[in-house]
Structures are given as C-alpha cells and as structure tokens.
C-alpha cells in the first residue's frame, strides 16, 4: 500500500514540502514528497538536516511488519542546519550549524521534572511524533535539543553524537575507574563508540565480535585486545587480559537476536565482584534468556541496565560527547564506512544490514 500524502497549504515555511523517507508495510522505505513540519511553539526550533545516521535500533525495524509504524518518518540520529527560530528561542538563531538529539520525554513526568527524561514513561510515543524523524529533510524540536558545532566538527561526525551519548550514560552508569579491565562485546557503532569511551576513562579494553573488518577498526580506535567469536569463546583470552580475575565490567553491545549469547558471555566474563552493564537493546517482548544466575549471586556481580541517555548531575550527555569530539579525544570519523543519498535508502539499509560482506560500520545518510 502507498502512504496517503496530506498536503496543507502553509504559510509560515519557506518550503510546503519535503522529501521524507516513509516506512512500508514491508518495512522498507518509500521516498516521496510530505508535509513540512511547521514551527508553531515560541520555544521550538525548525532545522534542515544535512546527514542521518543508521542505527541498531533502525536496523531491528527493518523489514519488519510493523502496521503502527508504517507511513512514518524514522530515524533519530542527526545534524544539520537552523532555519527558523520561535520567538522566545535565546541562544541559537538561523544559520548555526548544530547535531539534534532526539531524546524527548513528555516534560510533566517524576523523570522528566529532574532531566532523567530518557527514563520518562512516554518516551517513545512522544519521540516518535516530534523529533525522531531524521530522514527527513527538516525536523522540529524544542531549543534545548540543540547543541552547536564548532566549525571544524563536520555533520557526518556530528551524526555519531547520539551513539557516543548512549555510551557515555553507559559509562557513567559503570563507575568505570583508570587502569580498569574492561571487555566490550560487540564492535558495531556502539561498541566502538564504548571502547573510544573506555579508552578515554584510562582503562585497558578487549572487544569481541565475529567480523574481522569490525575488530580491525576497533584495533584502530585503541582495542588492547581483539577477539573473534565467531568459532570461539573470547573466554581464554578474557581470564588472560585480567590476570585471570575476569573483567571488572563487560559492557554488552551487541544487542537484539544476539542477546541470549552475547548477555551471557557478559556475565560470565566479569569478576566475582565486578559489573554487566547492559547497553545493546533486546528486542520487544524478549522475556526469557537464562544466565548463570547462582554464580551472579555468589559472586555479588551487579547488572546495570542503561536506557538512551539524558543529564549526568549537571551536564547534558550529548554536550560530554561533543566536546570529546571537538577535543579529539574520541574518533567518530573512522566510524563512518559509508554514505548514501537519502534516495538510496534501501540500498544504506542493505548495506548497514549486510556488515559481515560490506564491512559497514556507521552508514550515514546526506540528506
Ligand atoms: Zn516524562
């Protein structure tokens, strides 16, 4: 079935339309011509994206039936330029170049009240009609969502900061200390994005996955230690790495149909002592994968589950990330492996799906 296009007249926008990227009933996309957004609140902020990223979390959607998303805009990692400006909008105005986060809560709520919002129960409702929506060619969020780039941060690296700032809470949730032992598994976007992090906290990182090209970025990035599961267990090699203690924290990154592999090998790499963190996203309605739950017990092994990211005491997360980058102190532009015209996105969505033959890490979007 097509997607029924309204077209509303409008007066406030320079454009009435826009090319979008439309999700099928097939759970591909359909570019065609929507309705521009249109700024209507005095705090809010109209932007024209210039890249978007593909995400895990996009990929798990793909070809997936899934009716109540289907005629929707996706996408929720992005950067690009400001065009309009509500009039009560301080501190940003038309022109500034800016990465968008996306992290919208319903701004009444308990978590909401104290900038946790990435825990706000209406999280993703509300996403999900407003500022999740990067293949797109604008998008509209309130002002407090931008963050601007200095000038020599380009749009495509910018587009990382989403995947960086759902590592840095990650991070912070870990209490990770210097000279820590730390195993990432999973060398996607977010494990790479994990290590970069590790690294910077002055930990020593051994990172898993099963493709080779991945694990041969991950060296580059600053891996101390690559192990490919793909016929083995990284187990050895973890007790080695440790000093035979096993790993003060395992982050897992790897995330979807994978977890009931990849969440064990997490447990069962961290010390007696030590700590999970659980960053890769289970796929809805996953209720049952069975851990070593007695030696968790005994060995008093914490799991910490990180959902997306907002505040850490007083600082944004995507702020952290963007000064790390606009320092040098973490790398995003190696991540990119390649990018296609928001007219090829099927074909970005193929090849971000196929990683093990096209090698793809990050595919980003020009839009
Ligand atoms: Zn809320």
């Given at each position: 079935m097509r997607c029924v296009i309204l077209f509303i007249y409008n007066y406030h926008n320079m454009e009435e339309k826009m090319k979008a990227a439309l999700k099928t009933a097939e759970g591909t996309f359909d570019v065609t011509e929507v309705e521009a957004p249109k700024l209507e609140n005095p705090d809010w902020v109209l932007a024209r994206i210039k890249v978007a990223g593909i995400c895990g979390t996009d990929l798990r959607h793909w070809k997936k039936e899934e009716p109540e998303l289907e005629c929707k805009i996706m996408g929720h990692e992005m950067a690009g330029e400001i065009v309009e400006v509500g009039r009560e909008v301080k501190n940003l105005k038309p022109g500034d170049r800016v990465v968008i986060e996306t992290v919208l809560g319903d701004g009444t709520c308990n978590w909401c009240r104290v900038q946790k919002y990435n825990l706000c129960p209406h999280l993703y409702p509300v996403r999900m009609e407003s500022v999740s929506r990067a293949f797109a060619k604008y998008v509209l969020a309130p002002q407090n969502k931008f963050y601007k780039l200095p000038d020599h941060v380009s749009f495509e690296e910018a587009t990382l900061l989403d995947t960086f700032s759902v590592c840095m809470h990650a991070i912070q949730l870990s209490g990770i200390k210097i000279n820590d032992k730390v195993v990432v598994i999973g060398a996607g976007p977010i494990g790479l994005a994990q290590l970069q992090l590790a690294k910077a906290c002055g930990a020593d990182v051994l990172i898993t996955d099963i493709v080779d090209?991945?694990?041969?970025?991950?060296?580059?990035?600053?891996?101390?230690?690559?192990?490919?599961?793909?016929?083995?267990?990284?187990?050895?090699?973890?007790?080695?790495?440790?000093?035979?203690?096993?790993?003060?924290?395992?982050?897992?990154?790897?995330?979807?149909?994978?977890?009931?592999?990849?969440?064990?090998?997490?447990?069962?790499?961290?010390?007696?002592?030590?700590?999970?963190?659980?960053?890769?996203?289970?796929?809805?309605?996953?209720?049952?994968?069975?851990?070593?739950?007695?030696?968790?017990?005994?060995?008093?092994?914490?799991?910490?589950?990180?959902?997306?990211?907002?505040?850490?005491?007083?600082?944004?997360?995507?702020?952290?990330?963007?000064?790390?980058?606009?320092?040098?102190?973490?790398?995003?532009?190696?991540?990119?492996?390649?990018?296609?015209?928001?007219?090829?996105?099927?074909?970005?969505?193929?090849?971000?799906?196929?990683?093990?033959?096209?090698?793809?890490?990050?595919?980003?979007?020009?839009?």
């Open positions: 090209s991945a694990l041969e970025l991950a060296k580059e990035l600053g891996a101390d230690m690559v192990v490919n599961t793909k016929d083995k267990d990284a187990y050895d090699a973890v007790m080695q790495f440790t000093d035979y203690r096993g790993a003060d924290i395992s982050f897992e990154c790897a995330g979807g149909p994978t977890m009931e592999q990849t969440l064990e090998q997490a447990t069962h790499y961290a010390r007696i002592g030590g700590k999970v963190v659980i960053v890769g996203g289970f796929d809805k309605g996953k209720t049952s994968i069975s851990l070593e739950w007695q030696r968790i017990q005994m060995g008093e092994i914490k799991l910490i589950p990180s959902a997306s990211y907002s505040y850490w005491d007083i600082y944004p997360e995507m702020q952290m990330c963007l000064d790390l980058l606009a320092k040098g102190k973490i790398n995003a532009k190696k991540m990119i492996t390649h990018s296609f015209s928001l007219d090829e996105i099927n074909k970005a969505f193929e090849t971000a799906e196929d990683k093990q033959h096209t090698g793809a890490v990050f595919v980003a979007l020009t839009i």
